[in-house]
């Protein structure tokens, strides 16, 4: 079956501009996580969606970043007004219901650079 | 804090050898336990999990989780030059929380 999938694969934003990144997961999975990966870093958690609310958000770098879920399907990362620290691989996961032992499947990333 | 440490590497071994690689982490009440690979400039790939104490095998792969000692391995026999890749080890926390704490990752370089 489809895997999770990531769109933009890459995107090239100028310093203060606002960039939105779309993460289609898994079909039938209700859990959606949010990372981010400097390079030669580790994951940085940003947030985790079970259906269309997101129980925790505590990863968000700043009130510049923002994400939302609708349908208990597609999600949607925002970052306003991007800095040059912004410039990562943006890398959503999906995971089966509750219940399941939490398994991640991750997408293929969005990189984003921002000049 | 939970902490999930891994040795960053990079571990070398010659192609048809066995890989051992290892996690320590800090929640005695972890439930579950995950391998990731991640190849160079792509996104992390599951591999296996474990949950119970032992060992799972899975082809090549062998997952060995022991709760006593807080440390879970990943074993890779028969190495191959295309199991070169970044791999993670991941530990879902106790108290119903269903964020997995992230290692920050062992290179594994297979030489021919």
């Known amino acids: 079956g489809a895997g999770v999938s990531q769109s933009p694969s890459n995107k090239v934003t100028e310093k203060g501009k606002d960039v939105e990144l779309r993460c289609d997961p898994i079909s039938g999975h209700t859990a959606l996580y949010w990372y981010r990966q400097s390079l030669g870093q580790g994951l940085e958690f940003l947030i985790y969606?079970?259906?269309?609310?997101?129980?925790?958000k505590s990863g968000l770098p700043s009130d510049r970043f923002s994400a939302e879920r609708t349908g208990g399907s597609v999600s949607t990362l925002t970052i306003q007004r991007t800095q040059q620290e912004d410039s990562a691989v943006y890398l959503c996961?999906?995971?089966?219901?509750?219940?399941?032992?939490?398994?991640?499947?991750f997408g293929p990333g969005t990189r984003l650079t921002v000049l | 804090q939970k902490e999930v440490e891994q040795n960053s590497g990079p571990l070398s071994v010659p192609e048809g050898a066995i890989a051992s690689l290892n996690c320590t982490y800090s929640?005695?009440?972890?439930?579950?336990f995950f391998w990731y690979r991640q190849y160079s400039g792509k996104s992390p790939e599951l591999i296996m999990f474990?949950?119970?104490?032992g060992d799972k095998e899975d082809g090549r792969f062998t997952a060995q989780l022991n709760k006593a000692s807080q440390y879970v391995s990943l074993l890779i026999r028969d190495s191959q030059p295309s199991d070169s890749a970044t791999y993670l080890c991941?530990?879902?926390?106790?108290?119903?929380?269903?964020?997995?704490?992230f290692g920050r990752g062992t290179s594994l370089i297979v030489h021919p």
């Open positions: 929640d005695r009440g972890s439930q579950s």
């Open positions: 996961a999906s995971s089966p219901p509750p219940g399941s032992y939490n398994e991640q499947f």
């Open positions: 474990i949950y119970s104490n």
């Open positions: 969606f079970q259906g269309n609310s997101a129980p925790d």
């Open positions: 991941a530990v879902k926390p106790g108290g119903g929380s269903y964020i997995p704490t």
